[in-house]
């Protein structure tokens, strides 16, 4: 780090949380207002980093309870395979980022989208396939459907 003119001089509000959290001391817990004894049974302040895009993206579609998985079995009650194009998994992770609470978010934002698209799937008839994009997500459209082959007598 230089110092004196050349020095990079950065004020209290240009750092992050990320930043300061693994600087917190048990002291600083109990200028915060957390009882002594409290946090003497804290035997290490830990403290985590925010999630990152490739995390949140990887919450949305890897565990093997993710919340697009849980949607795609949903749709498969209704017998229509649902499908996300890769797009419009980045706007809900980048919309999830821009409200900065982490997982929770991504829950919100697929619910706001499908609530409506999953309550008026029962009335829609001959349904093979709902594609969701990214226009869903950001122009409230409606999803891509694919209709199921008639069966000719």
């Known amino acids: 780090n230089p110092m004196g003119f050349g020095a990079n001089i950065r004020g209290k ?10 600087l917190v001391e048990p002291d ?12 003497g049974r804290l035997p290490v302040v830990a403290t985590l980093h925010s ?3 490739p995390a949140l993206h990887n919450i949305l579609t890897a565990p093997k ?8 079995k949903l749709f498969s009650y209704e017998g229509v395979e649902l499908e996300f194009e890769p797009d ?5 992770v980048s919309k999830a980022m821009e409200r900065r609470t982490g997982a929770r978010a991504l829950r919100s934002i697929m619910e706001e989208m499908m ?6 799937l029962p009335g829609r008839q001959n349904i093979a396939k ?7 997500i950001l122009k409230k459209k409606e999803p891509l459907y694919s209709m199921k082959e008639r069966k000719s007598a």
């Not at 509000?13 to 693994?22: A, I, R």
């Not at 419009?88 to 809900?92: D, E, G």
């Not at 709902?130 to 869903?136: F, G």
């Open 115 to 120: 609530l409506e698209i999953m309550y008026n």
């Open 13 to 22: 509000k240009e750092f992050t949380v990320d930043e300061y959290l693994p």
């Open 88 to 92: 419009a998994l980045k706007v809900v």
């Open 51 to 53: 999630l990152d895009e």
């Open 130 to 136: 709902c594609t969701i994009t990214k226009d869903v």
């Open 65 to 72: 309870n993710a919340i697009v998985k849980q949607y795609k």
């Open 28 to 39: 600083d817990l109990l200028k915060f207002g957390l009882i002594p004894e409290f946090i």
